[in-house]
Nanobody, 114 residues
Framework: QVRLVESGGGLVQAGGSLRLSCAAS????????MDWYRQAPGKQRDLVAR???????TYADFVKGRFTISRDNAKQTVHLQMNSLELEDTAVYYC????????WGKGTLVTVSS
């Protein structure tokens, strides 16, 4: 059974940092790509970052240079380090994997205040 559990969200001031984690079970994390998405109130869910099985990374333009995705295969965990947070980064952040079908975590809320 595939399970994705996000953690690390919270309230942070603009310019601050947070580190999100996604604990995965039921999948061979080392062999597949993992994604972070986000959804702000009233907006669509957008891809934030992806890390492939070969550790190549892609980022949305709106987070390039500020966010870093990484993986710890031994711990079955994917992280999203978020620096220089902006008000517009306020959203629920979701972990996603495509493994036969799409699997999503329940999300973790990030709120950036001024």
């Amino acid at each position: 059974q595939v399970r994705l559990v996000e953690s690390g969200g919270g309230l942070v001031q603009a310019g601050g940092s947070l580190r999100l984690s996604c604990a995965a079970s039921g999948i061979p994390l080392a062999l597949i790509a993992m994604d972070w998405y986000r959804q702000a109130p009233g907006k669509q869910r957008d891809l934030v970052a992806r890390i492939a099985s070969d550790d190549s990374r892609t980022y949305a333009d709106f987070v390039k240079g500020r966010f870093t995705i990484s993986r710890d295969n031994a711990k079955q965990t994917v992280h999203l380090q978020m620096n220089s947070l902006e008000l517009e980064d306020t959203a629920v952040y979701y972990c996603h994997v495509s493994y036969g079908r799409d699997f999503w975590g329940k999300g973790t809320l990030v709120t950036v205040s001024s």
